[in-house]
Nanobody, 129 residues
Framework: QGQLVESGGGLVQPGESLRLSCVAS????????IAWFRQAPGKEREGVSC????????ASLDSVKGRFTISRDNAKNTVFLQMDSLKPEDTGVYYC??????????????????????WGPGTQVIVSS
């Protein structure tokens, strides 16, 4: 059975960067789109940034545009989320999720995806001075 495992989180100061990794096992990640979600303390999970599998189209929250970038390393079966110019409001637990290859991922942005059943453990990001 396939699974996703996130890593790369940590405690950083405002303005610093982190690169999160999402490693897949048991299946080929390149056969899917990917969406990154985050859950801030006391808030519902929300889609932050995503890439559609079939056409590579990207979508993200307005609050992270120009700061967060998704990329893939298919040889490593891994997707990354590069997060630059981090702000305190970026604090939360970050999760990755697969999106069916031919499904546009943009509708997931800002949504909780409560029906998704493949959540990994997540990785904690804390942005604080």
């Amino acid at each position: 059975q396939g699974q996703l495992v996130e890593s790369g989180g940590g405690l950083v100061q405002p303005g610093e960067s982190l690169r999160l990794s999402c490693v897949a096992s048991g299946f080929t990640l390149a056969h899917y789109g990917i969406a990154w979600f985050r859950q801030a303390p006391g808030k519902e999970r929300e889609g932050v940034s995503c890439v559609t599998g079939s056409d590579g189209s990207l979508a993200s929250l307005d609050s992270v545009k120009g700061r967060f970038t998704i990329s893939r390393d298919n040889a490593k079966n891994t997707v990354f989320l590069q997060m630059d110019s981090l702000k305190p409001e970026d604090t939360g637990v970050y999760y990755c999720a697969t999106v069916p290859f031919n499904v546009q991922c943009a509708p997931l942005i800002g949504e909780a995806a409560n029906d998704y059943r493949g959540w990994g453990p997540g990785t904690q990001v804390i942005v604080s001075s």
